[in-house]
């Protein structure tokens, strides 16, 4: 079965009315996999899936706004009734389990061992969801943060999760057929440092790195989604859409 991603939410930096923080379902090969946690967006997870079907969640960084909703997942799965068969696989940066764990009043993240089977992440990580190759690639943010390239029978979708402009980008997404990346910043200012790309910087590593399709998303509150993606556009020279909540994208 071909890649699908369907969008659950994209703002930042924080969830607003119908349109939570960060997070995607992956689909294909026979799994399920929820791609970043953001605020809002395990509500919306439920609209498309059963999330005790998920064969494993994987978090690009520990931002609140691509993991807080770890929190939603660990209480549904233990008190709401929506038990996985077994502990779900979250790929996410090492210490992604003493946050969640903290957050609840625990010392221990072992206290997560009924619900999460949490794996950390490195650069050049690789893991396998079904039939879906998960490859994890350190990129340039303030924090320990990862871009994704999720490949299934000749299906290739990159993920940029949030980044500096670094060349790690175009390697990552080389030759994808849907690169799926962050424009949250309006323009870089001198001496700060370089943490999230413009449109423009989205739209260079498209074209660098040859994709066939460059998805804009994670747009900030000074940008629109549409004035985002025609920006990126101009640069890339390729088809460019902006993701927008409840979007399907088949990945082939």
Excluded: N
């Excluded at 998920?54 to 931002?63: C, E, G, N, Q």
């Excluded at 994670?218 to 390729?238: M, N, S, Y």
């Amino acid at each position: 079965m071909a890649l699908t991603l369907t969008v659950l939410g994209t703002a930042t930096p924080h969830p607003r009315p119908g349109r939570p923080c960060s997070g995607y379902l992956l689909s294909g090969g026979g799994a399920e996999i929820w791609v970043d946690a953001g605020p809002g967006s395990f509500a919306a997870l439920q609209e498309h899936t059963d999330p005790a079907r998920l064969s494993a969640i994987w978090v690009s960084h520990l931002h609140a706004d691509h993991c807080a909703d770890l929190l939603s997942a660990a209480y549904a799965f233990a008190y709401g009734g929506l038990t996985p068969a077994a502990p779900v696989p979250v790929y996410a940066p090492r210490d992604c389990g003493r946050r969640i764990a903290a957050f609840l009043g625990r010392s221990d993240p072992g206290s997560l061992d009924g619900v999460f089977d949490l794996r950390p992440l490195s650069d050049g990580h690789e893991a396998w969801a079904g039939g879906v190759r998960l490859g994890s690639h350190a990129v340039a943010h303030d924090t320990e943060a990862y871009g994704l390239r999720a490949e299934c029978e000749g299906g290739v979708l990159a993920y940029s999760g949030d980044s500096g402009p670094v060349p790690a980008l175009a390697r990552l997404a080389v030759g994808a057929d849907l690169f799926l990346c962050e424009a949250g910043l309006d323009r870089h200012r001198d001496g700060e440092q370089r943490v999230h790309l413009t449109p423009e910087d989205a739209g260079r590593v498209a074209r660098t790195a040859g994709v066939r399709e460059l998805c804009v998303t994670h747009v900030g509150p000074a940008l629109t989604r549409e004035a985002a993606a025609a920006r990126a556009a101009a640069v890339f020279g390729g088809r460019t859409t902006a993701a927008r909540e409840g979007d399907v994208k088949v990945i082939a």
